[in-house]
Antibody, heavy 118, light 108 residues
Framework: QVQLVQSGNEMQKPGASVKVSCQASGYTFDTLGIAWVRQAPGQGLEWVGWIAGNTGNAHYSLKFEGRVTMTRDLSTSTAYLELRGLKSDDTAFYYC???????????WGQGTLVTVSS | DIQLTQSPSSLSAFVGDTVTITCQASQAVTHYLNWYQQKPGEAPKLLIYDVSNLDTGVPARFAGSGSGTDFSLTITGLQPEDFATYYCQHCDNLPRFTFGPGTKVDIK
């Protein structure tokens, strides 16, 4: 079955960077994209960006443009989210999710809590 | 960018009730309107894709409908496990994803 397993929770200081991983299994990784979605405590879902499984091309929410980079490693079927210049309001659960046809997110990772605090 | 609004923001209902959640888009969308369920402490789960198609394993008491700018999720015969927060979501061709603010369904 499809599984997305994310790296562990992180605690970072303001201004630092964080890199979250998402290892996929149960399907051919390079045939589908991966989206990243975050959720601040008690808040709704917010799209961060998306990376194509085949080309590695990425599209980011304008809100994060310049601070975010998404990459993937085909050899390990792993997608990565790097967020730089962390601020306290970046504190959130970060989820990876598989983008399936048509444009839905049908499998989700367990979430990685990123806490930004001095 | 398309914006999504949901109403109500929360509702209380009894087990067995039928509830409807609406999602309004700021401009007409032709497809790629999806619905998710999220329970506390869990990742979201896809319920309905492309307006009205149930994802695998989703019970038939869930139904999606709509067109243009107005869409809805109806749950017929609420079950205890249905108390959760529901989000609509749209994706354009870039792809760029947008989520609605969510509707919390709790027990009356």
């Amino acid at each position: 079955q499809v599984q997305l397993v994310q790296s562990g929770n992180e605690m970072q200081k303001p201004g630092a960077s964080v890199k979250v991983s998402c290892q996929a299994s149960g399907y051919t990784f390079d045939t589908l994209g991966i989206a990243w979605v975050r959720q601040a405590p008690g808040q709704g879902l917010e799209w961060v960006g998306w990376i194509a499984g085949n080309t590695g091309n990425a599209h980011y929410s304008l809100k994060f443009e310049g601070r975010v980079t998404m990459t993937r490693d085909l050899s390990t079927s792993t997608a990565y989210l790097e967020l730089r210049g962390l601020k306290s309001d970046d504190t959130a659960f970060y989820y990876c999710a598989r983008e399936n046809i048509p444009r839905s997110l049908d499998s989700w990772g367990q979430g990685t809590l990123v806490t930004v605090s001095s | 960018d398309i914006q999504l609004t949901q109403s109500p923001s929360s509702l209380s209902a009894f087990v067995g009730d039928t509830v409807t959640i609406t999602c309004q888009a700021s401009q007409a969308v032709t497809h790629y309107l999806n619905w998710y369920q999220q329970k506390p402490g869990e990742a979201p789960k896809l319920l309905i894709y492309d307006v009205s198609n149930l994802d695998t394993g989703v019970p038939a008491r869930f139904a999606g409908s709509g067109s243009g700018t107005d869409f809805s999720l109806t749950i017929t015969g609420l079950q205890p496990e249905d108390f959760a927060t529901y989000y609509c979501q749209h994706c354009d061709n870039l792809p760029r994803f947008t989520f609605g603010p969510g509707t919390k369904v709790d027990i009356k």
